[in-house]
């Protein structure tokens, strides 16, 4: 069922992590998402989102099963050809920003693409383009610590843009927000939704599940089609 129109395709890919003692924590799953879609994954903690997530993002490789990105089975790849992959293909968003505190907006998001190769102004020019598209271009030049939770959250998803990525992976992106403030990044993420981007969000939060088109959960690694 690969074709160009899928995005994520799963063929009973699962993880065990080895342990001792084993951790089952993705069971084998079956997955289509298509490109475009807005799908939204809700499970309780240690459910294996994250898990999920890392295989999905190229950070960790299924122990079963395949697992192919934009028709690209990832399992053949080398490791410098899987970071490449990764790094062209697919933008994270965590929970936590993960940004760097004494560098401004812009400069957070044009590092990230030091090592797409880009000169410096092509960089800066995406990072601006970037930070318009989320809604700060007049705090462009603030550094971290003077921005807000939810500003902290459209530079992170500034950074994950820039590179032009064909799919967004966030793993609870509203974890470190209240409730109306991650009310307004998921209506940020459905914003780029509707632009076409492939946007793929893991929570534990029922009410920021329900804002995905599609919604899947996950229990005990178990992947199934629906919310909780
Ligand atoms: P979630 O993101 O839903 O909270 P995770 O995917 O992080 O869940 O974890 C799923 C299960 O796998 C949990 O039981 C967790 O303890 C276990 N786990 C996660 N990472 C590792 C690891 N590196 N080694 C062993 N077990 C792990
Ligand atoms: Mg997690």
Known sequence: MSGDTCVIEMRRAGLTYPGPPPVAALKPCDLVVRKGEFVTIVGPSGSGKSTFLNIAGL???????????????????????????????IGFVFQAFHLMPHRTAVDNVALSMVYAGAGRKDRVRAAGEALERVGLSHRMNAVPTTLSGGERQRVAIARALAARPSLLLCDEPTGNLDSATAATIMGLLEALHSDGMTVLVITHDPAVAERGMRTLSIRDGMLSEGGV
């Open 59 to 89: 950070l960790d490789s299924p122990t079963e099963g395949h697992y192919l990105l934009d028709g690209i089975d990832t399992g053949t790849l080398s490791d410098p050809d899987r970071s490449a992959l990764r790094g062209r293909r």
